[in-house]
């Protein structure tokens, strides 16, 4: 189940709202932690098994480590439980491309038909190692009601696509918290407004994307492949940071507080500040747990470049098992250390238009490696990008996804900037200084998203029709 789902939007939520604001408040996480369990197992009913042998794992590692007081046997139990985690999520996630590297190796054929890869599985797997970390580093108190912590690992509004929610940020949400209509009023309109993103932007993204990318190398031109990799470029920050703003949206119905996950990455002058924007939680995570403890910037230079191509790797890695996503990973690790040593030196001495632009490009060109099946093809593609093919330089697919898409390109590039919060933070203070003006604006907001549920609603009845197909040039 899926947030951009007709079951899920007109089924599931109001249903688990219902039981939840009817139920006493002993009964709430109980009501959620049934509700999270469901929606997990929807799609497949066994691997709900593998998620609760999870939680009881790490909630049997947690209670240990809490009681125990020596450092070496909180340290081996520590391991034990990040080794535990890893296990599982390396077995489920990596293990045939762990057999086909073997077998490409050393030439012997293993009989390994491949296990299902269950979904969210690297999310609550991180968040499940975060807890066992802050428990042993005593950032956290050990949690010894073991549904609670089965909540905070299953809790659906983050579970399918994150963002990765540290215990001790709510630790203390789980235990108690508060739904005021401020929160339902807000969380309801950061709930469309992602659910908008994924389903009008995202989507329509993808499927220029998908298309370009199915094409053979030489079937590309340089104007299709400019369309695919900008809608790729598009559908990516509009798909993830879409459903972090329907997890944070649906945290604050239930009472919780998610931290940012994106902050309009796309407006940056560097690399380095590209990640701060992209994927926040991500980031922190790598930087908290592995980045940090590998010694950081507290070491001999030449070491502070290995650990970040180690932490930069290992996050390639993280998205998916294939060579193409480390290489990814590695890509942006030689890139911010060299943006470390010398080149973000230079980059300050440039007009802001000239950094944009570099942040543009090396993006784009790391989403090709990210997007492509294989090296050939996305060397070959980025080779067409830029003219070295031997691709001519547009055909009739690139006119038609021009004039069949243009109005989608402009607004999921508009909409990339920070324009929406200036104009939030403007009619806000319209409304401070105008009472009157400002319940005008209110119930225009009003009125505008629930033209956008019924936007979304009709789209998603009938998918393959594009609402914007009669703008053409």
């Known amino acids: 189940m899926v947030f951009s789902s007709l079951i899920f939007l007109y089924g599931f939520l109001p249903i688990v709202l219902v039981l939840y604001f ?254 701060r924007r992209w994927h926040i939680s991500l980031g922190s995570w790598f930087r908290d747990y592995v980045y940090i403890p590998l010694g950081g910037n507290r070491v001999d230079t030449w070491k502070i470049y290995r650990n970040l191509l180690v932490v930069w790797t290992l996050t390639g890695f993280w998205h998916g098992a294939s060579w193409t996503f480390m290489a990814w990973g590695f890509y942006y690790g030689v890139l911010i250390s060299l943006e470390k040593w010398f080149l973000q030196g230079l980059l300050n001495k440039m007009p802001r238009f000239i950094r944009h632009v570099y942040v543009l490009v090396i993006v784009m060109i790391g989403w090709v490696f990210f997007r492509a099946d294989d090296f050939d093809y996305a060397f070959h593609y980025i080779g067409t990008l830029f003219g070295l093919a031997g691709a001519g330089l547009f055909d009739h697919s690139s006119i038609l996804y021009a004039t069949d898409y243009w109005l989608y390109f402009m607004v999921a590039i508009i909409l990339s900037m920070p324009l929406y919060p200036k104009l939030r933070h403007w009619f806000q203070g319209i409304a401070e200084r105008r009472p009157i003006a400002g319940n005008i604006l209110s119930v225009a907001a009003s009125a505008w998203f629930l033209l956008l549920v019924a936007i979304v609603t009709m789209y998603l009845v009938n998918e393959t029709h594009n609402p914007f197909i009669y703008f053409r040039f």
């Open 22 to 275: 009817l139920s006493p408040a002993k009964l709430k996480n109980i009501i959620l932690l049934a509700s999270s369990l469901f929606f997990y197992a929807w799609g497949e009913p066994k691997l709900v098994i593998l998620m609760l042998i999870s939680i009881a794992a790490n909630y049997l590692f947690g209670l240990w480590i809490g009681r125990t007081e020596t450092t070496t046997k909180r340290k081996a139990l520590v391991a034990g439980a990040v080794v535990s985690n890893l296990a599982i999520l390396g077995y489920y996630k990596y293990a045939g491309f762990l057999v086909d590297i073997f077998v490409d190796l050393t030439g012997q054929e293993i009989a390994f038909e491949g296990v299902p890869l269950p979904i969210g599985i690297s999310f609550y797997t991180f968040q499940a190692m975060s807890y066992i970390i802050d428990v042993y580093r005593k950032d956290a108190d050990v949690q010894r009601n073991p549904l609670n912590l089965a909540l905070y690992i299953s809790l659906f509004p983050q579970l399918v696509a994150g963002p990765i929610v540290r215990y001790q940020t709510v630790a203390d949400q789980i235990r108690e918290r508060l739904t005021t209509s401020d929160r339902l009023v807000t969380g309801s309109a950061r709930f469309i407004q992602g659910l908008a993103k994924k389903v009008l932007i995202a989507n329509p993204m993808g499927r220029v994307a998908d298309e370009v990318f199915a094409m053979s190398g030489g079937d590309l031109t340089t104007a299709t492949a400019w369309i695919g990799i900008l809608a790729y470029t598009l559908q990516i920050y509009f798909d993830f940071s879409g459903y972090s703003d329907m997890a944070i949206g649906l945290g604050k119905l239930f009472g919780f507080d998610f931290l940012e996950n994106f902050n309009y990455p796309y407006i940056s002058q560097s690399i380095s500040e590209f990640w």
